[in-house]
């Protein structure tokens, strides 16, 4: 189970934390991934990151956005997106996900369809 969390309403420019938790399986095995959905627009990838501490921007996202991740807590993994200088293009419903690394050398996973468990979603709200 992946339960995301963090979002909210906030002015352009300013900052947000989303959040993500997952337990059930060894997700130092997967790639840890953030993606959003817009009204009308298809799901899109925003960042990702492995244990390893690797990491993947999209480019409208890139110098903005951070994603980490923390050490297991017993069962329990997290990851984490520290977005600054929200803009209001920025707006949607944003998603945690895992994908299973199953091949040495496997890229980071950058489309939805890549991922096998996704977190319900948490709304992210950029006002003008």
């Known amino acids: 189970q992946l339960q995301a969390s963090g979002g909210g309403l906030v002015q352009a420019g300013g900052s947000l934390s989303l959040s993500c938790a997952a337990s059930g399986r060894i997700f130092s095995s997967y790639t840890m991934g953030w993606f959003r959905q817009s009204p009308g627009k298809e799901r899109e990838f925003v960042a990702a990151?492995?244990?390893?501490?690797?990491?993947?921007?999209?480019d409208s996202v890139k110098g903005r956005f951070t994603v980490s991740r923390d050490n297991a807590r017993g069962t329990v993994y997290r990851w984490y997106l520290q977005m600054n200088s929200l803009k209001t293009e920025d707006t949607g419903v944003y998603f945690c996900?895992?994908?299973?690394?199953?091949?040495?050398?496997?890229?980071?996973?950058?489309?939805?369809?890549?991922?096998?468990?996704w977190g319900q979603g948490t709304l992210v709200t950029v006002s003008s």
């Open positions: 990151t492995r244990w390893s501490g690797s990491a993947k921007y999209a």
């Open positions: 996900a895992a994908e299973r690394i199953s091949a040495i050398g496997q890229p980071m996973g950058i489309t939805p369809e890549k991922y096998d468990y």
